[in-house]
């Protein structure tokens, strides 16, 4: 499975963007799909996840901000971002799993086996 990333850009805070994934190859409706982040000397870190059956999952630093969704008949998973602010500003990685993940695991970047090139999402303050 090849994931490709793009829409990523400068926003103003308090602005809207959408990340897209777009996948080739394997059965993609079938994969737990999800998306990290890194900013400059930090750690990749949890931002959403939406699994095989749709169930989506949040860090507690976006929830109510971002939402994760599908298009099984696209091969793609989108991240809408909205009220964004500065700390949200980083290169943003979408991630795929064909094996779930499990539930206790959506959160743990090794739970994934597939990643895209990232997009860098800039937020101006």
């Known amino acids: 499975v090849q994931l490709q990333a793009s829409g990523g850009g400068l926003v103003q805070a308090g602005g809207s963007l959408r990340v897209s994934c777009a996948a080739s190859?394997?059965?993609?409706?079938?994969?737990?799909t999800a998306w990290f982040r890194q900013a400059p000397g930090k750690e990749r870190e949890f931002v959403a996840a939406?699994?095989?059956?749709?169930?989506?999952y949040y860090a507690t630093s976006v929830e109510g901000r971002f939402t994760i969704s599908r298009d099984n008949a696209k091969n793609a998973v989108y991240l809408q971002m909205n009220n964004l602010k500065s700390e949200d500003t980083a290169v943003y990685y979408c991630?795929?799993?064909?094996?779930?993940?499990?539930?206790?695991?959506?959160?743990?970047?090794?739970?994934?086996?597939?990643w895209g090139q990232g997009t860098l999402v800039t937020v101006s303050s």
């Open positions: 991630a795929a799993s064909p094996t779930g993940p499990i539930l206790s695991a959506v959160r743990d970047p090794q739970s994934y086996h597939y």
């Open positions: 190859g394997g059965t993609f409706s079938r994969y737990g």
């Open positions: 939406i699994r095989y059956n749709s169930h989506t």
